[in-house]
T-cell receptor
């Protein structure tokens, strides 16, 4: 298909790990991104990965990329209530193409 | 460095009116992109400007237009507003191909 796809909702307990998954469309995409959007706010760039990498770690965030399956995931370790937000994956094809967003709910 | 700023933050207009939204990119960034966010369609690309020239355009009607000034500030204009234009309009600036930083957005409500 032509859409970047994500599951819509994820609920975890505080302190657990969260894994948000994304399937993208263009195997030639050079960069893949994760953005976070809190209520009433714009998009915050969390991290991105270059397409020739399999993994990127940045503090509590780990990005895994499976190019064969066009699958991208974002793992948040030790999830906190402040991580509750909508997370968007995006690929770049001259412009950013976004998924629908995954709403992460963190319960205390 | 200051982030991307957008003005106004909130706007209420009626059908048929026109509106102009403004975006000031991060200092030194020459590329500005605009996106529309709605619950139904999600995030959709409107257009991108680089050095005062439109470099890329999304699939929106001609009522949506933009421009960029020599100081990299950008404006987008929507004429003859429709109810369906109600959305959060986001501006992003970048200095390189791989990083785009977004502003807080302008929430437009069309009544």
């Amino acid at each position: 298909g032509e859409d970047v796809e994500q599951s819509l909702f994820l609920s975890v307990r505080e302190g657990d790990s969260s894994v948000i998954n994304c399937t993208y469309t263009d195997s030639s995409s050079t960069y893949l991104y994760w953005y976070k959007q809190e209520p009433g706010a714009g998009l915050q760039l969390l991290t991105y990965i270059f397409s020739n990498m399999d993994m990127k770690q940045d503090q509590r965030l780990t990005v895994l990329l499976n190019k064969k399956d066009k699958h991208l995931s974002l793992r948040i370790a030790d999830t906190q209530t402040g991580d509750s937000a909508i997370y968007f994956c995006a690929e770049i094809r001259g412009k950013l193409i976004f998924g629908q967003g995954t709403e992460l709910s963190v319960k205390p | 460095k200051a982030g991307v700023t957008q003005t106004p933050r909130y706007l209420i207009k009626t059908r048929g009116q026109q509106v102009t939204l403004s975006c000031s990119p991060i200092s030194g960034h020459r590329s500005v992109s605009w996106y529309q966010q709605t619950p139904g369609q999600g995030l959709q690309f409107l257009f991108e400007y680089f050095s005062e020239t439109q470099r890329n355009k999304g699939n929106f009607p001609g009522r949506f237009s933009g421009r960029q000034f020599s100081n990299s500030r950008s404006e987008m204009n929507v004429s003859t507003l429709e109810l369906g234009d109600s959305a959060l309009y986001l501006c992003a600036s970048s200095s390189s191909y791989n990083e785009q930083f977004f502003g807080p957005g302008t929430r437009l409500t069309v009544l």
